[in-house]
């Protein structure tokens, strides 16, 4: 390892000392740390978005001290140690790029990805765990992203839409469902039931159309930001206050600024 990662390996320990250390980081434990370790791949994904490099390189290093905080937490508890993290992933790719490391060939990136998806079912198979299609998606993912995933497995055995059509009279079918739903006051239960299958069709919409839903969600949210802030902001140059304003002449303003923020290039 290099004498940058040695000391960040160093300043975890000492961190976590009882001894000194400091009294944050000695209260966690794999759990309470979990959500910073998703939050911060996030704001990977957001830095990477941004084009921001200086900022990627400071959010590739909040998720490599989450790394090591982990590390730190599973050698303290003889599990496993930073280095044993390394070795660990060093061995699974070499054992996962047959076709770099060893023999077999794999010439275009659609059999790199077979010979990846043969490689780790037989790690499955080795570790006597389920066979399933859809084995390796995690529980953890973002719902969207996990169905997107699973979709995705259930495709490669051809259990598929295979036109997108059939997809939005799929997407049709359950809007009628739901509307059913709310027009009969249904419980809350089949509300939430029929609204996880549109939001799951559409998912599947989104893989037919070789489209990331949680990017494409997550711009979507960024551009209702953009617009509503933009739309509080001309109010507040005339004087005046979103709260004291009808919902006609908000919606009159959002359609101004939304047409300002195109001529702008903005969107």
């Given amino acids: ?40 791949a996030y704001e990977v ?25 982990h590390a730190r937490m599973a050698e303290e508890e003889n599990h496993f140690t930073f280095d044993d993290v390394a070795d660990a992933i060093a061995n699974k790719m070499i054992r996962r790029h047959p076709h770099v490391f060893g023999d077999q060939d794999a010439d275009n ?13 037989a790690e ?30 259930a495709a490669r055995v051809k259990f598929d839409w295979q036109k997108t059509d059939d997809i939005f009279a799929k997407i049709e079918e359950e809007i009628g469902e739901l509307r059913h739903e709310i027009a009969i006051k249904a419980p809350r239960a089949r509300l939430e039931d029929e609204l996880g299958d549109l939001l799951f069709c559409m998912a599947n919409l989104a893989r037919h159309l070789d489209i990331d839903p949680e990017v494409s969600l997550r711009k979507a949210n960024a551009k209702f930001t ?14 005046q206050h979103l709260k004291d304003q009808s919902l006609e002449e908000m919606e009159a303003r959002w359609q101004f600024v939304k047409q300002t923020l195109r001529e702008m290039g903005e969107e």
């Fill in 1 to 40: 390892m290099s004498r940058n990662t040695d000391r960040l390996i160093d300043i975890m320990a000492q961190l976590r000392n009882p001894d000194g250390g400091c009294p944050w980081d000695l209260e966690q434990n794999f759990e309470t740390i979990a959500p910073y370790t998703i939050e911060e």
């Fill in 124 to 153: 499955r198979r080795e570790k006597g765990q389920d066979s399933s299609a859809l084995d390796g998606v995690a529980q953890s993912l973002p719902a969207l992203l996990r169905a997107e995933k699973l979709t995705k497995r």
């Fill in 226 to 239: 953009r617009r509503f802030k933009a739309m509080e902001n001309s109010f507040e140059t005339e004087g």
């Fill in 45 to 69: 994904a957001d830095a990477i978005e941004h084009g921001d490099m200086a900022e990627l390189r400071d959010e590739l290093g909040d998720l490599l001290l989450q790394v090591v905080f």
């Fill in 109 to 121: 990136p659609e059999a790199v990805r077979v010979s990846w998806e043969e490689t780790k079912a």
